[in-house]
């Protein structure tokens, strides 16, 4: 896919239509050595923080994906096409210690433009970040007690703060 570079100060995206109609694919880890995972991810935000764009992610201490993202200082997002939905829940549901579930899924791996974690060639939107910040959910906190829930299992999310330090994007279909 043809893609063009956008300045991540200048990267505009509506955050409902980035996180609620694209399935994200979050990697991390280095491609150059081949230790990286991926999963797909449909919670998190994009704003400014701190004066840098940034992407917010979070992963529970129980995914494959975890130890990738402690160990490593790099990550991806990488929204796809919707023919791609299958190879997206594939990422989502196997997990990384069972299989080689990113070759099962048929996507693509590649170098991104500026930092150790790959990109997919079938994305349509790439941001590359440098972790900046985590910080765990503590239950203590949860003002609104149906957010609990979502955590049947104590498992509760890590977040992660990435600033966005590149962008690649298909040009837009018309």
């Known amino acids: 896919m043809t893609m063009r570079s956008i300045s991540p100060s200048e990267w505009i995206a509506s955050p409902r239509a980035l996180w609620a109609r694209?399935?994200?694919v979050l990697t991390a880890g280095d491609r150059e050595s081949g230790d990286f995972n991926a999963m797909?991810?449909?919670w998190?935000?994009?704003?400014?923080l701190w004066e840098k764009?940034?992407?917010q992610v979070v992963v529970r201490p129980t995914r494959h994906t975890y130890g990738f993202m402690e160990r490593h200082p790099t990550f991806t997002l990488c929204a796809f096409p919707e023919r791609h939905r299958e190879a997206l829940a594939l990422l989502g549901s196997r997990s990384g210690r069972d299989c080689d579930k990113?070759?099962?899924?048929?996507?693509t791996v590649g170098a991104s433009t500026a930092v150790a974690a790959p990109r997919f060639a079938e994305a349509e939107l790439?941001?590359?970040?440098?972790?900046?910040?985590w910080h765990d959910f503590d239950p203590g906190r949860f003002l609104d007690p149906s957010i609990s829930a979502h955590y049947p299992?104590?498992?509760?999310?890590r977040v992660y703060y990435g600033e966005i330090v590149a962008v690649?994007?298909?040009?837009?279909?018309?």
């Open 22 to 24: 694209h399935w994200l």
């Open 40 to 42: 797909t991810v449909s």
């Open 44 to 48: 998190g935000a994009t704003g400014f």
């Open 53 to 55: 764009p940034f992407a």
């Open 102 to 107: 990113i070759g099962l899924s048929g996507l």
């Open 126 to 133: 790439v941001l590359e970040c440098r972790k900046i910040y």
């Open 153 to 157: 299992l104590k498992d509760y999310h």
């Open 168 to 174: 690649q994007a298909a040009p837009a279909e018309r």
